[in-house]
């Protein structure tokens, strides 16, 4: 390869990492202000494109026109609410969700469901075709999506004086895990985010972190422990299609960061979180997100609030004597 050729795809290089970063940015501003009106020209601002053309830029680069993403988004966080909110009222839930009123809101999840939000709520997700049922579940070293097993029973000490729990798995595996609920404060994060399949892909997660470290250790952004290291979640692997599921690996960094290309940068919100701390082998990490949502959240007195989900990783597998993960689940609450 010449010289002048090299040169050629490092341009072409940076001018597609230039267009993922100001798609990203789109992104991350729609899920922040899924809530409110999201016209053309102010999303076309975000991405500093023009309008003209930025709409066929976003359906290009997301595969999905932009009317077509925030719809399915409204609606799909819609679902989860209405799962995981049930004292919220559906009408509530539609306007928080960015829909202009309730009726608007029944036809377009009905368009997207086949069935009503009240028949969803009752129980009409488990029948859905849109809900990815457990026997087709595939185990995965990283995410929410678990593994095939049988609908497991948890056993949960409460220790109320100091907002802790201890929920155990029963049956053979006897996974534990120690819960509390904490404040914490905003914080910031650059990442490198892919959207598709995850589930069981450890090359996938190797790559995306091998990428994010090599471009964040050069700029001294590494300085362990203080640096955080997370993978956050911003689709239920329920509900969303797994071609269009979204995960960001990141670490945390100064506000003033500046980033580049592929690599983006979005706000944790400061609020109240459980943070559910496990110790398990690679492949429990699906285990470890039922037990929080099907072991701890139904004896909590807490249910899942707005905002990311995350897993924060506490320790280096490899250096572990039985090669575990110590992880916590990182999940935004308020009181049922």
Known sequence: ???ESRAGDSRNRYLREEYTSRINRVLDYIEVHIGEDLTLEDLAGVASFSPFYFHRIFGAMVGETLNTFVQRIRVEKAASQLINNPKKNVTEIALDCGFSGPTTFARAFREYFNMSASQWRSGGYLQSGKIRQKDSKESQPTGKDGKDTDTPSYYTEVDIQ?????VTMQGESNLKAEVKVRDIPEFHVAYIRHV?????????????WQKLMT???PRGLLNFPETKMLSIYHDDPNITDPNKLRVSVGISVPEDTQVEGEVGKMTIPGGKYAMARFEISPDRYGDAWDAVFGGWFPESGYQPADGPSYELYLNNPEE???K?????????VKPL
């Open 196 to 208: 598709g399949p995850y589930a069981g892909d450890t090359e996938l997660f190797g790559r995306l």
């Open 162 to 166: 100091n907002q802790k729990w201890r």
């Open 320 to 322: 572990h004597p039985e």
């Open 215 to 217: 471009w964040a250790g």
């Open 1 to 3: 390869m010449t010289a």
């Open 324 to 332: 575990k993960h110590i992880f916590d689940i990182v999940v935004p």
